[in-house]
């Protein structure tokens, strides 16, 4: 691993915990899987954080006509001590439909359960700025020493 891929590892898995942050103190944590599907990850030189594919309602909401996995909802009500509520009444998997359906039918405001722009909040332009500094001062420290010493070696044999 290059330097400067060490230094992206580095300011990503800031990032990564700093959203890990966010995520609690907005209170939108349930059954805390989200938090346990971000991933710093590294290919070649290249380095990016992954998610849950539900990231997105996290940051805005859902807006109506897409209605979300019935699956997730399921954990959600049983994390949340629903499911003990509404026990005898209505199975779990019924009111997770339900629950779907009408968020797909009405869409979700991200404003009333713990706000929105989660990821926004966290990863800013400032921040971005910041870390494309920090690799590019390696890289231009980097470039400087190899030219540095391939002159060096250069009139080394002269």
Sequence with gaps: MS???AILVSHFEILKNDLIKKYDELGMRASGNWADTLKVEVEN???QITGAPYSEAL???YK???QPPSEAIEQWI???GISTQVEGNISISSLAYLIARKIGREGWDRTEHGGTELISSVITPQ???FIIDDVS???LTMITSNITNLLN???DSI
């Design 3 to 5: 330097s400067s891929t």
């Design 45 to 47: 030189y290249s380095v």
């Design 59 to 61: 940051e805005n909401g």
């Design 64 to 66: 109506p006509g897409k």
């Design 78 to 80: 049983i994390a949340k």
């Design 127 to 129: 921040r971005i700025q």
């Design 137 to 139: 001062d390696n890289e």
């Design 153 to 155: 070696s250069f009139y």
